[in-house]
């Protein structure tokens, strides 16, 4: 009897596709880039809410993220796991150095990237997970009599 043979895998493969825009491209939105400079919070429950496809709320994570960076100062440790959710939803390059590695040096330049990379994909993080799923909704067409 023969063995089942796993079918084969189609699409990015994981860790080859390039980031839209580069690390240190924050400065290209400035209203982007005063945000996550002064409240990173903001930028990083955006894309937590848009990387968790809405199972946690921008809220909850900005506030997490505000908590863990004032009472330890370690805040990129959660916000690197994201940008590894991320990547491997996507299938993006792990670079130029680790996410942890990324997000330690410059937290805020990842912040950027990230939320830029959810744009260049079709998203508003803006409006959240689900007003980005209802706005790409098919319209509902309707037969004529």
């Not at 894309?47 to 994570?61: I, L, Y």
């Not at 040096?105 to 689900?130: I, M, T």
């Amino acid at each position: 009897m023969a063995k089942p043979t796993a079918a084969p895998v189609t699409g990015v493969p994981i860790g080859s596709a390039p980031w839209s825009s580069g690390l240190f491209d924050c400065f290209d939105d400035c209203g982007l880039c005063c945000v996550t400079c002064w409240c990173p919070c903001i930028t990083f429950g955006r894309v937590a809410e848009m990387v968790d496809r809405g199972s946690t709320s921008c809220g909850a994570s900005g506030a997490l993220y505000a908590l863990l960076g004032a009472v330890t100062g370690c805040q990129w440790v959660y916000s690197c796991t994201y940008r590894s959710k991320m990547r491997a939803q996507y299938g993006l390059t792990d670079g130029p150095c680790g996410d942890c590695c990324v997000h330690f040096w410059c937290d805020a330049c990842a912040l950027c990237q990230e939320y830029k990379e959810l744009v260049a994909r079709g998203y508003d993080p803006k409006l959240g997970w689900h007003l980005n799923i209802d706005r790409a909704a098919p319209a509902v067409q309707q037969m004529a009599r």
